[in-house]
């Protein structure tokens, strides 16, 4: 049986690459932030009934009173988790076969 020493080299497979989410502390559903995925209230408040076990877990929610309260670690924790589920993603809306409806739009 072989021992292994530092100057072996490794076999394990490489680390995958950090995301680095920016987010508030912490908001409510009503301030929900523009900038934060599901980027709007109404989808939010589905997210986060849909998702709330797993939210609950990461230490994305609390509730204050009777508002929910989404905390920015816990959330971008809670992302980072469920980013190797989408492997390639473009909006259909950034393929450049659709940069002619952009224009127009910004006219």
């Known amino acids: 049986m072989k021992i ?3 100057a072996d080299p490794q076999k394990a497979k490489p680390a995958a690459p950090a995301v680095t989410i920016t987010l508030p502390y912490s908001w409510t559903i009503k301030t929900w932030p523009r900038d934060v995925h599901p980027f709007d209230g109404a989808k939010a408040r589905h ?11 990461a230490g994305a ?6 508002e929910i309260v989404v905390l ?7 992302m980072a988790s469920n980013v190797t589920r989408v492997t390639e993603y473009v909006p259909s809306a950034n393929l ?3 940069a002619h409806k952009r ?3 910004n006219q």
Do not use: C, D, F, N
């Not at 920015?72 to 809670?78: I, N, P, Q, S, T």
């Open 103 to 105: 224009h127009r739009l």
């Open 4 to 6: 292994s020493t530092a």
């Open 61 to 66: 929610l609390t509730r204050i009173g009777h």
């Open 47 to 57: 997210l986060l009934r849909v998702h709330q076990a797993k939210l609950v877990a």
């Open 96 to 98: 450049p076969e659709h």
């Open 72 to 78: 920015g670690a816990g959330y971008a924790k809670w």
